[in-house]
């Protein structure tokens, strides 16, 4: 399917993340809820750049472009509280895929330049520690 010099492929489930993350050149996550995204996470640390909806936490994160507006949205009553459910905007999303497609590959340098980052970043090394004292370990 295309919109414009843009290409859309809705891919299969698939086994092999690291196949998938070989094969594409961005990854968008229109998403309408904040929490942390392990596709953009696993995405920006293999070198393809994500393109996702303002929201946090991963908003400003080294790799993770969150320039998709939203527009309103919804809250809910859960247990604990209310529940945000954000409305990615269209015309945002149009625009930024626009943007991204016609950059002359500066996107692909960013996301590479992520994932040397995120190789760092992510290390056992890193994250160790945080990982053993929240096991209570």
Known sequence: KRIGKVRIRVLPAVED???????????????????????????????V???????????????????????GGSSHLMRGGKFHVAEPNPRSIAEQLLRYTSDAGEHRHAGQQAASE????GSWGNVKDRWLDWLGT
């Open 49 to 71: 750049p994500v393109l996702m909806t303002d929201l946090s936490p991963q908003d400003g994160w080294s790799g993770v472009d969150s320039s998709i507006k939203v527009s």
């Open 17 to 47: 993340h690291a196949d998938l993350y070989r094969n594409v050149d961005l990854m968008v996550i229109p998403r309408r809820y904040a929490g942390q995204s392990l596709p953009a996470s696993e995405a920006a640390s293999a070198g």
């Open 118 to 121: 995120w190789a760092v970043a």
